[in-house]
């Protein structure tokens, strides 16, 4: 698989018309013209003495958009609630959404949604890493419900190539998307539970996973976003199982070999995929609400 060009903005729209034609880049320029400076400055304020913050929000606004869209269900601060359960309990970042929440509303009230904070607030800190500055459209609106026990069909590091394909394919991502999304993994680090059994006891056999390079050594840029990741997998320095069998199933492998070589393709390609992610399942119009408070229901 090859890619050839850079689709535009434009291009994109082409693929998903009815979800996109309801959101727009720019959508608060006239109902809160100062929206995106906001949330960029406050976003810029937490990178500098935390620039883990930029993992913690691409985790963040995956974890929102894979279970029922893009709706800021994630933020939501009840004891049955997705922020709760499963995977998401090392979920991480909710004080600066917060934060942010709290400057709009004082700006402009009811204006701003949650999801479209997430949204913004996780192209600033990529940018901020040295990822991609791209535009993205808003207007999505805040969810009126919670699914906690779709949490529990996020895709985990232990799973099959085939299976994190079809998860994407499912929610309009190619190949070159899903590839590129997982490529978030170069910021940030891992916790430890997530890939112990990689190290010491893989599989039940006692010993470690022979995929993983026996001298593994830390040459990551944990804090940069580049493609440095693609590189290090396909030197069986990954550390976690789906990362590292991105590297050598065949559906995938040659996508790693063209992000590895290419820096600009694989934050090109990045940009393109977190825009169409950031339509999934959103809600537009007069379907959900504006919350005041990210972290609960409006009270109408």
């Known amino acids: 698989m090859k890619i050839e060009n850079f689709f535009t903005l434009l291009s994109i729209l082409s693929i998903v018309p009815v979800t996109f034609a309801q959101l727009r880049v720019g959508f608060y320029n006239n109902s809160c013209p100062s929206a995106e400076t906001i949330v960029r400055n ?11 913050i930029t993992a913690a929000l691409l985790r963040m606004n995956f974890h ?6 893009c709706d800021g269900s994630i933020l939501l601060n009840s004891t049955d609630s997705e922020r709760f359960f499963g995977p998401n309990l090392s979920v991480r970042g909710f004080e600066l959404i917060d934060e ?4 709009l509303e004082a700006q402009c009230p009811s204006n701003v949604s949650c999801a479209d904070i997430m949204a913004l607030a996780t192209r600033d800190s990529v940018a901020l ?5 791209y535009n993205i459209t808003t207007g999505r609106r805040d969810g009126l419900k919670t699914n906690a026990s779709g949490v529990f069909d996020l895709i985990g590091p232990t799973a099959s190539v085939a299976a994190f394909l079809s998860f994407f394919g499912d929610k309009t991502m190619t190949t070159l998307d899903a590839v590129a999304l997982l490529g978030a993994h170069t910021v940030g680090v891992g916790s430890c539970g997530l890939f112990r059994d990689r190290l010491t006891n893989f599989n039940g056999t006692g010993l470690p996973d ?4 026996s001298d593994l050594v ?3 840029t944990p ?9 290090q997998i396909r030197a069986r320095r990954g550390v976690l199982q789906l990362d590292q069998r991105l590297a050598t199933d065949e559906a995938t492998s040659s996508v790693v070999a063209q992000y590895a070589a290419d820096n600009d393709l694989f934050k090109r390609q990045f940009a393109i995929a977190m825009v169409k992610l950031g339509a999934v399942n959103v809600l537009t119009g007069e379907d959900g609400e504006i919350r005041t408070n990210c972290w609960e229901f409006n009270d109408n």
């Open 129 to 133: 890493a040295g990822g991609p500055n």
């Open 218 to 220: 830390a040459k990551s």
């Open 64 to 69: 929102d958009c894979f279970v029922g869209g």
């Open 223 to 231: 804090l940069t976003f580049d493609n440095a990741f693609f590189g």
């Open 42 to 52: 406050l976003v810029s304020d937490e990178f500098e003495s935390d620039p883990t």
């Open 210 to 213: 022979p995929s993983m390079d």
């Open 100 to 103: 942010i929440k709290t400057e």
